[in-house]
């Protein structure tokens, strides 16, 4: 079970952190990821990271702004965005894995479970 957190109302240029806390038992494998959906778009990939390894991967779109890291201690991810923009205004959803090959960490479908979504809008 994933429950994400820490979206908000907040201009361009600010910074935000976003959190997921999960419930479950963590393996060597597991993969968390960041995924964010804005309005009338599909549900795109944001970040990932590896969870025994550290080993993260952006978008594009993210790179050098955001940054994903993890506390195995208290089984929580973050998102620190950076440098927000108008166009990173979406929902931010937080999603975990197993076994989940680099070449699939970009794809929604190698994830099996998904944290409810949390609202980050980035005015102007």
């Known amino acids: 079970q994933l429950q994400a957190s820490g979206g908000g109302l907040v201009q361009a240029g600010d910074s935000l952190r976003l959190s997921c806390a999960t419930s479950?038992?963590?393996?060597?494998?597991?993969?968390m990821g960041w995924f964010r959906q804005a309005p009338g778009k599909e549900r795109d990939f944001v970040a990932a990271?590896?969870?025994?390894?550290?080993?993260?991967k952006y978008a594009d779109s993210v790179k050098g702004r955001f940054a994903i890291f993890r506390d195995s201690a208290n089984q929580m991810a973050y998102l620190q965005m950076n440098s927000l923009r108008p166009e990173d205004t979406a929902v931010y959803y937080c999603?975990?894995?197993?076994?989940?090959?680099?070449?699939?960490?970009?794809?929604?479908?190698?994830?099996?479970?998904w944290g409810q979504g949390t609202l980050v809008t980035v005015s102007s």
């Open positions: 479950g038992r963590t393996s060597s494998s597991f993969v």
């Open positions: 999603a975990a894995g197993n076994g989940i090959i680099q070449s699939s960490i970009q794809s929604r479908d190698a994830y099996n479970y």
């Open positions: 990271i590896k969870w025994s390894s550290r080993i993260t």
